[in-house]
């Protein structure tokens, strides 16, 4: 089964709106930890926020905030107020705590394009 | 510190030639994982190391792929003999485990194999 799953390979929103893209994740570790990352057209992977599983409140990094639903295993990336320059891949990961070495697990990604 | 280090940045060879990746981690990181990007396959992890040591190489595709990492501060991915499968960007990242810091990710080595 997949660990990490995005079911939005493409998303648009208007400039100045906010979107969220989702992820569902799947495991049976309690300690986990939640991360997503960007990938602009030049390749990059920019991290934007992460998520501890024991964390009471959501993350949230600037226009960034991961709306963390623990019960039902969701880990949503609300960009507010789009800009241009949020036109990217966007990535979700997950690392289990009990796994060697820090290892993550990604989704596929979804296509966000800001339009103007 | 100017983050994790990949070379070459493009890579362009022929088919069966021998190819290197290079990639240097952020000083005092102790993981570093080698990823393979592809728009049909996404983002795959072929191999991870901690503390210099393979841990899991099971995501390395074929015997013609092979990864060392012979001290904390480099490692490289070959690919020996090349294909144009093998086609792809490499990313290399790295992070400090018990920190529980985010994976930081090299910039990529986009390699061409015609």
């Known amino acids: 089964a997949q660990k990490i799953t995005q079911t939005q390979p493409g998303m648009f929103v208007q400039e100045k709106e906010a979107v969220t893209l989702d992820c569902t994740y799947d495991?049976?570790?309690?300690?986990?930890?939640l991360f997503w990352y960007k990938q602009p057209s030049s390749g990059e992977m920019i991290f934007l926020i992460y998520q501890g599983s024991y964390d009471q409140q959501n993350a949230t990094e600037g226009r960034y905030s991961l709306n963390f639903q623990k019960a039902r295993k969701s880990a949503n990336l609300v960009i507010s107020a789009s800009q241009l320059g949020d036109s990217a891949m966007y990535f979700c990961?997950?690392?289990?705590?009990?796994?060697?070495?820090?290892?993550?697990?990604f989704g596929d990604g979804t296509t966000l394009t800001v339009k103007p | 510190d100017a983050g994790v280090i990949q070379s070459p940045r493009h890579e362009v060879t022929e088919m069966g030639q021998e190819v290197t990746l290079r990639c240097k981690p952020i000083?005092?990181?102790?993981?570093l994982f080698w990823y393979r990007q592809t728009m049909m396959r996404g983002l795959e992890l072929l191999i991870y190391f901690n503390n210099n040591v393979p841990i899991d190489d099971s995501g390395m595709p074929e015997d013609r792929f092979s990864a060392k990492m012979p001290n904390a501060s480099f490692s490289t991915l070959k690919i020996q003999p090349s294909e144009p499968r093998d086609s792809a960007v490499y990313f290399c990242a790295s992070l400090e485990w018990q920190r529980n810091t985010e994976a930081f990710f090299g910039q990529g080595t986009r390699l061409t194999v015609v």
């Open positions: 990961a997950m690392r289990e705590d009990n796994t060697n070495a820090g290892k993550s697990t």
């Open positions: 495991t049976s570790d309690p300690s986990y930890g």
């Open positions: 000083s005092g990181h102790n993981s």
